[in-house]
């Protein structure tokens, strides 16, 4: 299996721009977690789907932010309009189940200019 | 409100040595604890997954220990090397979430 695969790795983009992550989880999993890093906060958790449902969004900073998993194999994540807080890298994890090991992609870095 | 701890924050060893690695939690009520490592630039990689009912997990080189009642685990990392120079994060869900909090890291770095 090829692992969580995120794209774009790397976004660049100005203020009041959208911004769309992408997410592949890997096949078979049925938790898919979206999560921020960034230096001053660590890793946090932004949401949570079980079965391609959202079970929780209370990480999500606002409502600038939102996310869908239309189907088990793609998930995405939505800043409109962005801002230059929201620079940071945002990882994509799965998982079997909510309480096994969570598998990451590599990330996508995010900078707002 | 589980708050996660790892003490340091950065560590440098010769290689060979033997390192410790200490992660605490405020709350004793988990359901598991992992450690994950991070290179720069990538992404997370599961090392030790510890389910609350066990005290240590090993995988090669690495031993991981959990004391619930005290709040902490720790990483063991024997011999080291230089490709083990990376970050080490701790991360600890609560008993029946799924939620995973987790440490600012260590930040290792092993001299060759």
């Known amino acids: 299996d090829a692992g969580v695969i995120q794209s774009p790795r790397h976004e660049v983009t100005e203020m009041g721009q959208e911004v769309t992550l992408r997410c592949k989880p890997i096949s078979g999993h049925n938790s898919l977690f979206w999560y921020r890093q960034t230096m001053m906060r660590g890793l946090e958790l932004l949401i949570y789907f079980n079965n391609n449902v959202p079970i929780d969004d209370s990480g999500m900073p606002e409502d600038r932010f939102s996310a869908k998993m239309p189907n088990a194999s793609f998930s995405t994540l939505k800043i409109q309009p962005s801002e230059p807080r929201d620079s940071a890298v945002y990882f994509c994890a799965s998982s079997w189940t909510d309480q096994e090991t969570q598998y990451f992609g590599p990330g996508t870095r995010l900078l707002v200019l | 409100k589980q708050e996660v701890t790892q003490i340091p924050a950065a560590l440098s060893v010769p290689e060979g040595e033997n390192l410790v690695l200490n992660c605490s939690f405020t709350?004793?009520?988990?359901?598991?604890l992992q450690w994950f490592r991070q290179d720069p630039g990538k992404g997370l990689t599961s090392l030790l997954l510890i389910q609350s009912s066990q005290r240590e997990q090993t995988s090669g080189r690495l031993n991981a220990s959990l004391d619930k009642s005290s709040g902490r685990s720790t990483l063991y990392i024997a011999a080291s090397q230089p490709g083990d120079s990376a970050t080490y994060l701790c991360a600890v869900s609560l008993s029946g979430t799924y939620k995973y909090i987790f440490g600012t890291g260590t930040r290792l770095k092993v001299l060759a």
């Open positions: 709350d004793s009520a988990i359901y598991n």
